[in-house]
């Protein structure tokens, strides 16, 4: 019996808890030419069911936990898998079995043992069937000019994404897009030429979104974006953004180029509406303002969400133009050792001296700047700084220090990272120990295997490198043997509590005991008390750094304190470590 291309591309998922059964069976269908995936139980297929959608299900009756009865029904009130055709496979040959097995939903019903020859011809019989129907739905469901969606599956699209938004705490866009002026092409040019146009900017779309969203021709020279999972406003932004700039690039048609420009409405759940007519609605309208406003743009439903939008991008061009402009500065918080209080290094800390709201702190632009991608710029902007101004403390005869500096994801995965590195300090003549880099805990754990790699490669740099925000939750010791570290720098919420709280304090000992076997210093953030220092030192902590001995400083408060040779007043906190003499007291 020979396979059709669509049916040898089918995908058959196998349901038996038995693994010589379900091992049996899977066989069978992969010797003619299936995809297969198996599953031990009805949970399981579930999982894999939802994970992605199978041709068709070999299931088991009789199975622990899920019965191959229960899952079916729970396929078939699903609308996303009610179509997917179900063979029941059972040891039960008695009518009850077989009329229970259809009445959930099953399309067939095979005995064990198995008849190899029965099975295949079933199987190759409903993948048929299946494909003939998927052939009609797809027509009755699609647009024949663009192969889009068509307004009869919108709402069923949009509803679905709805119902995970719900399930999951997440946000759906809806973007109603027009065109500008399409009656004019086609009276210009033609209704064929009319009919390319819409081809192009289809697949123009389909170009600007996820897989996961969906893109529907709703008529005529109108479509409707559903985006799904916006996990943030400025997801949605750029989304919107990008549909606007890919649509007005130029068009070749015949002899004629030209550009056409669309009006974008956006409507998001659950902010603006909890039901999908709804958001169309409320989307709708927003298109509309948008060409009222002069076409070529895009509106958001809510005034509110407006604001907050347009300031959004009032920041992403306010940063650009920081670049360009040189606005950003950096600050210099020192670290101190707690042995005998010399100060061991800088962090060099960025701020925005924005020109209308004063001195920024990174908490106020960063995240912006990371989805605008802007952060990779500003951060190759932080090391060449830093490195100059390394080298005007040493013109200036002040003893060098290393200068830690933060490094982005972005930075880090970027290829020749290192290189990059070395061309700048051979530019300013730095020697690689004055620059020490630090990488967010979850950074290097997201592929900790390829972080040993670069992180080798920064090593034969010959740069510092220090693990920051430790004690988050990220890392284990396992991998932070393999990281060629230098320091770890222990995150504030690991250590608040060390003064009052012991299990704290014995963690904190642990901790630092396997960092110095490892040959790792141990530096403190965020140390803002006599009592917090004392307790790190007793515990063996060699630096801190923090507001209690210097809070960051701007270059030339930095350049005086290093003048003056300040140090951290270690007498104090071994004074706070000395016990109490006997009937001191307060009473």
Known sequence: MELNSDEVAAEILV?????????????????????????????????????????????????????????????????????????????????????????????????????????????????????????????????????????????????????????YGSQVAVAYVDLDRFKDINDRFGHDAGDRLLREIAGRLRGCVRDSDTIVRVGGDEFVLVLHDQGSESMTLHAVQRVLERVVEPISLGDCSFSVSCSIGVACFPQDGGDGDTLLTYADAAMYRAKELGRNNFQFYTSALNSRLAARMAMENGLRQALDRDEFVLHYQPRAATCDGRVTGLEALIRWQHPERGLLPPRGFIRVAEEAGLIDRIGDWIVRAACRQHGAWQAQGIAPLPIAVNVSGVQFRRAGFARSLAAVLREHGIAPQWLELEFAESLLMRDPAAS??????????????????????????????????????LDPGFTVDAVRDADTRAVLDAVIAVAHNLRLKVTAESVESLELLAALTELGCDEIQGDYFSNALPVHACTGFLRRGWGLPVAHAQAALAPVPAGAGNG
């Not at 995809?35 to 992605?52: F, H, N, Q, T």
């Not at 010959?462 to 230098?486: C, E, I, Q, R, Y």
């Open 15 to 167: 349901v038996d808890d038995t693994a010589a059964d379900r091992q049996f069976l899977a066989e069978v269908v992969r010797r003619y030419g299936y995809r297969v995936r198996e599953a031990d139980s009805g949970e399981r297929a579930l999982e894999a069911v939802v994970a992605a959608v199978p041709d068709l299900i070999l299931l088991d009756v009789d199975m622990p936990g899920m019965s191959g009865f229960a899952l079916c029904t729970a396929l078939k009130r699903s609308p996303q898998h009610a179509g997917i055709p179900v063979i029941f496979i059972s040891v039960f040959d008695d009518a009850p079995s077989k009329v229970a097995a259809f009445n959930c939903g099953g399309i067939d019903y095979v005995v064990k043992p198995i008849n190899v020859a029965e099975l295949r011809a079933r199987v190759h019989a409903h993948l048929q069937q299946k494909q003939a129907r998927d052939r009609l739905d797809f027509r009755a469901g699609h647009d024949p000019l663009t192969g889009l969606p068509n307004r009869s599956l919108l709402a069923d699209r949009l509803q679905q994404a709805l119902n995970h938004a719900e399930r």
């Open 452 to 489: 040993v790699g670069i992180l080798g490669e920064l090593r034969d740099l010959g740069v510092g490198l220090a693990l920051d925000d430790f004690g988050t939750g990220f890392s284990n010791f396992g991998w932070l043997k393999k990281f060629p570290l230098d320091r770890i720098k």
